[in-house]
């Protein structure tokens, strides 16, 4: 059986700095965090397409999306890989599950940046120590946390999937804002006011911190 200490880094004979040559623009992280309804998902879409116009590479790691694959339940691995293996890999909602859920979207986030790609990642990520670790695997100014700051109000009176509807109801338990805490951000590189903005306008804000810090290349005059 191999050991931890038998696996090493690879460098690649394309550099990233090539890579990024190529793209015209940094590599990084947009990690979105929020309460669930708080319009991450749109907000990081509605970035996608605007970066996408503007001829750049950016893809979106999306909370949803990312729990039917990478990170799927027990209950949809068991059908295909059996009990003892969905039991063992399956993430649920636990606060461990969740721990793991973003480690392992964290290193995918990671390895989109080292391809020279902006990763757009858009997760409740309630706990503050599993954001700073994902921060802690990149380098200076490629982790860009946007906390999405939209009051829980408003987030009940979206509730797309009446999610808090049945956690109130008592229905879901660990529910993030009702039963169990989110810790916002203490010091995000952006503040989006989720309530008062439309998605455009807040995707917006974003591209203009990715040219102020030169990420992308400011817009021509």
């Not at 009051?151 to 808090?164: N, S, T, V």
């Not at 590189?189 to 400011?218: C, F, H, K, N, S």
Request: some cysteine.
């Amino acid at each position: 059986m191999a050991h931890d200490t038998n696996v090493t880094w690879h460098e690649h004979q394309v550099t990233r700095e090539r890579r990024e040559a190529l793209h015209g623009h940094r590599g990084c992280v947009i990690w979105f965090t929020g309460l669930s309804g708080s319009g991450k998902s749109t907000i990081a879409n509605t970035l996608d397409h605007r970066l996408h116009a503007l001829g750049h590479h950016s893809s979106v790691l999306d909370g949803d999306n990312v729990r039917h694959g990478l990170n799927a339940g027990p209950g949809m691995l068991r059908d295909t890989h059996g009990s003892d293996f969905a039991q063992r890999f399956g993430l649920g909602f636990s606060a461990i599950d969740r721990e793991e859920n973003i480690r392992r979207i964290g290193a995918v986030a990671q390895l989109f940046c080292e391809a020279g790609l902006i990763a757009l990642t858009a997760f409740i990520s309630p706990y503050r120590l599993d954001r700073d670790r994902v921060r802690q695997t990149l380098r200076p100014g490629e982790f860009i946390e946007v906390y999405v700051d939209t009051p829980i109000a408003i987030c009940e009176q979206r509730d797309p999937k009446g999610l808090y509807k049945k956690a109130r109801a008592g229905e879901i338990k660990g529910f993030t804002g009702i039963d169990d805490p989110y810790e916002a951000p203490l010091h995000p590189e952006l503040v989006l006011a989720g309530g008062e903005e439309t998605p455009d306008q807040l995707a917006g804000r974003v591209i203009d911190y990715l040219m102020l810090q030169e990420i992308i290349p400011a817009r021509r005059a």
